[in-house]
């Protein structure tokens, strides 16, 4: 609320925070439907109606232009966040019924999905890619947290129309996106370079346009394209136990050309579980990982990764936010490996997806300063371009909040 109350549309869209305060970050808008959207969430969680009206006024009168942005790949972050969370609120019965309404939040997903599905490098005729705000050559790790625009819209019927009416169908562009980026942006240490580590995530990959082929691992907010940035890391370990429980609710019809639905499930719990387990390998015990995990301070911690990570060290920062998308992830994969009888297994993830959680529902990471208006603090935005606030006194950015972390929690 009080962020509400002091942000001026004028100022752009809330990023991160700086002595507390949300501040704006020029580079795309992608943390616009984290506003509206944690509003919404809040009303769901608590019931409070000053919420609902921020989320619903906020998304009425900001978020038209995201659902028609042809420059970004965050339609998923933008527009499920906000239309797909009023959407489901009003199917639970926790709106008022609104046929008209409701169409309006059909229309705005089906819109979201398509216009996504439409930044399309194609490599091969099996894979393709959404092209990141990069340009066609590049592909984000981050992307598959946004699949859910396609899948939505694809549940709602609706299709891209390309040139001569040909029908594009935007659950085939989720799968061979899902595929391009298990193939390059995810390592499986069978030696397909020096730094094949199993489970370990590239935010980036090059590709050439011209003839489809792959040129390296790249990265924009890492450390280097040979290590692992944990937020790139965590929204694909986040991302594929979501995509996984949503392909699992469609008939197995709709996989026909992909071999079966089977096939792309099992594809996509093998990256799930692999991941999974480089992020118990490579995190404290707390569940906390720090930014990347070849930062090249984290020599001077120590024995760091058995014990709870330090957000006040003098040497790397932490992100919990990359921890709130990870959790979600744990817990969703432990999930779906109790629904197939691998009881062992989902409870080794149960329990890490729930020990991350209650680190970060606790202090120094849950913030109990009424003054601050961030909700999960030691969250790291873009270390490389020293765009993270360092309070005075200190040597590495700790003790701040950002929208996608407020968000995930």
Not at 35 to 61: C, F, H, K, N, P
Not at 94 to 122: C, M
Not at 339 to 347: L, S, T
């Amino acid at each position: 609320l009080s962020l509400q109350k002091r942000w001026k549309e004028s100022d752009g869209t809330p990023v991160f925070t700086i002595d507390g305060k949300y501040t704006s970050r020029g580079w795309t808008e992608w943390t616009e439907g984290f506003v509206y959207g944690s509003a919404i969430l809040q009303y769901d969680a608590t019931g409070d109606e000053s919420m609902l009206q921020i989320g619903r006024e906020g998304t009425l009168r900001r978020m038209a232009a995201h659902v028609t942005h042809i420059g970004v790949h965050d339609h998923g972050f933008n527009n499920v966040s906000t239309y797909g969370n009023l959407r489901r609120l009003l199917r639970e019965g926790r709106l008022p019924s609104n046929d008209w309404e409701s169409h309006f939040y059909d229309l705005a997903l089906k819109a979201s999905g398509a216009v996504q599905a439409s930044r399309w490098t194609q490599l091969t005729p099996e894979l393709g890619y959404i092209r990141s705000f990069n340009g066609p050559q590049s592909l984000f790790s981050d992307t598959i947290r946004s699949l859910r625009a396609l899948g939505l819209a694809h549940v709602l019927g609706h299709r891209l129309m390309g040139e001569n009416d040909a029908k594009i169908n935007l659950l085939h562009r989720s799968l061979q996106h899902a595929e391009t980026t298990a193939r390059y942006n995810v390592y499986y240490g069978k030696g397909r370079d020096t730094y094949d580590v199993p489970g370990r995530v590239v935010h980036e990959s090059i590709f050439n346009v011209t003839d489809g082929a792959y040129r390296c691992p790249s990265t924009q907010q890492g450390y280097s394209a040979f290590t692992t940035w944990t937020r790139g890391h965590a929204w694909v370990l986040c991302g594929f136990p979501e995509q996984h429980e949503f392909l699992e609710l469609l008939p197995e019809s709709e996989f026909k050309e992909f071999g079966g639905k089977q096939k792309i499930l099992d594809r996509y719990l093998e990256v799930a579980r692999i991941t999974a387990d480089f992020y118990l390998r490579e995190t404290p015990t707390d569940g906390i990982p720090y930014w990347d995990t070849g930062a090249p301070g984290l020599v001077h911690l120590g024995d760091y990764l058995n014990r709870p990570a330090e957000p006040f060290n003098e040497y790397e920062p932490v992100d919990s936010s990359a921890a709130a998308i990870s959790a979600q992830g744990l817990l969703r994969l432990a999930r779906i490996l109790e629904k197939k009888g691998d009881k062992k297994a989902a409870q080794t993830y149960l329990a890490a997806g729930l020990t991350t959680a209650r680190t970060l529902f606790s202090e120094p990471y849950l913030s109990s300063d009424p003054k601050h208006e961030g909700l999960l603090l030691h969250t790291v935005y873009h270390r490389p371009n020293g765009w993270d606030h360092i309070p005075k006194g200190r040597k590495v950015p700790c003790g701040e909040a950002a929208m996608w972390g407020d968000y995930h929690l």
